[in-house]
C-alpha cells in the first residue's frame, strides 16, 4: 500500500494565493473550473478544496491528515489540532488580516463598552461573544450570511468583520472601532496523523518549503561586478541577508558579488550599488529562501 496524504486546501479568497505558492513550492494542482478534487503531480497527495471556515474541523475529525486555514477559524470552530507553522499570507497581501468591530461612521458606539444590549452581526459568533464575555458586555451576537458591511445602521448596531486594508469598510462609511484579534494563515495537521513518522515527515517537509516560498516572495537577488580597488567600498553598504558571495572574475580583474535583499529596497538601492564601483547588475526573481 503507497503512502498517501489526505489534504485540505481552502476554496475561496484563499485559493488563489495558496495555490500559486504551492506551485513555487513545489507542488502543482490542476483544478477544473468547478472542480473540488484537483489533481497534483505529486501521487502521495490527495487533496480537497473546501472553505476555510470548516478546514479545522475536518482535520480534527481526521477526515484530512492536513489543511490550509485561519488562526481565526481554528479559535471559531474550537478546534483541537496541532498548527505545524504560521503562512503569513492572506487574499491580497503577505500580512496578517484582522478581525475588527465596525460601525457607522455617525455612531455612538467609540469603545467595546457601548456595545451593551446593542445587536452585533458578524460570520465569527463564537470569536466575537468570547471578546464580549472577556469585557463584561451582555450584546446579541447573530450570525451573517454575507454582505455583513451593509447591515450597520440599518439591520444591526455593529459589525465584526475582517479587513487586511480597511478600505472597503470605509468605502461603505464605517469606522473601525476597535480590534479584536490579527489572524495569519496557518498550516494545521490532524493530531493522530502527525504522529505518524511518514505523514509528520511529509507535512514538514510541505510546511519548510511552503515557508520558504514566502519567504522568496518579497525578496530578489542580485549579482554585480566590481573591479578589485572598490570591492571594500561596494561591500561596506551591501544589506545581505548574511555575508555575500564574492568569487574571483576569471581574467583577474575584479569579482563577482551576488546578494539577496528586499525587494522594495531594490529601485533606490541599485544606484547606490553603481556609486561604489558596482557594474553588470543583474535582477532575479527567487522561488524559495529557506533561512
Known sequence: MKNNLKVGLPKGSLQETTL???KKAGWNFNLSSRAYKPYCDDNELEAWLIRAQEMSVYVEQGIFDMGITGKDWIEENNSNVVEVCELIYAKSYMRPVRWVLAVPNNSN??????????RISTEVVNITKKYLKENNVDAHVEFSWGATEVKPGILVDAIVEVTETGSSLKANNLRIAD????SSTRLVANKTA?????????????AML???SINATARVGLKMNVSTDQLESLVSVLPAMKKP?????TNGSGS?????????????FIPLLIENGA???????LNKVII
Open 194 to 206: 502527525y504522529k505518524d513518522p511518514w505523514k509528520k515527515k511529509k507535512i514538514d517537509n510541505i
Open 20 to 22: 500559486k505558492l504551492l
Open 179 to 182: 480590534t479584536i484579534m490579527e
Open 256 to 268: 563577482a558579488v551576488e546578494i539577496i535583499v528586499e525587494e522594495k529596497i531594490v529601485r533606490d
Open 245 to 249: 558571495t564574492i568569487s574571483q572574475l
Open 210 to 212: 511552503l515557508q520558504s
Open 279 to 285: 557594474t553588470d547588475i543583474i535582477e532575479y526573481p
Open 109 to 118: 458606539i467609540q469603545s467595546v463598552k457601548d456595545l451593551e444590549g446593542k
